[in-house]
């Protein structure tokens, strides 16, 4: 398989974009995923991909718990500063809060979900991250920001 067909291919699936986050050893950390999927209604279950090469994978990994940022239709930009390399993702113009349990919950999202890890398994160049949905919050589930075709853009439902 030619991987520049294959990315072509993959790239007219839309997808929901998220922002996980935790803290480890007092740090706030987060990246940008748009692999993220429900697994099970009982338990809970949400999944998502990183890849193994992440410098944010290790720190999350060592986490007790962390957060899913469902993000809103007109955060492209918060989602592209998470996705970014060697930049303070938490500082301006990011606006978050710490959650009940620490993880940072970022400020005007669509959902929040605290997790609490799960289960890993390596899948290829990834890791699959599976986790306990301890909580969720809905605040705007109208404005979804999804990402498709190398895009940002957000969803306009059919009348």
């Known amino acids: ?9 993959l790239a007219v699936h839309a997808a929901g974009v998220v922002v996980i986050t935790a803290q480890s050893d007092g740090v706030p ?3 940008t995923a748009t692999s993220f999927t ?8 949400v999944s998502f991909y990183v890849d193994q090469r992440s410098t944010t994978w290790p720190w999350l990994r060592s986490a007790d ?3 899913v940022n469902v993000l809103a239709g007109d955060q492209a930009e918060l989602a592209a500063r998470f ?6 993702r938490f500082a ?3 606006r978050w809060r710490p959650g009940p349990l620490g993880a940072p919950l970022l400020r005007d999202v669509a959902a929040h979900l605290l997790c609490l890890p799960y289960d890993t398994f390596n899948v290829g160049d990834h890791v ?3 986790g306990l949905v301890a909580e969720a919050e809905v605040h705007d589930p109208d404005r979804p920001l999804l990402y ?3 895009r940002f853009g957000d969803f306009s439902p059919h009348p």
């Open 92 to 94: 301006e113009p990011t």
């Open 38 to 45: 429900s697994v099970s209604l009982d338990p809970p279950l």
């Open 29 to 31: 950390v987060g990246l």
């Open 1 to 9: 398989m030619d991987g520049g067909t294959f990315r072509q291919a």
């Open 65 to 67: 718990h962390f957060a």
């Open 83 to 88: 996705a970014r390399k060697g930049v303070d």
């Open 148 to 150: 498709h075709q190398g």
């Open 128 to 130: 699959l991250v599976v």
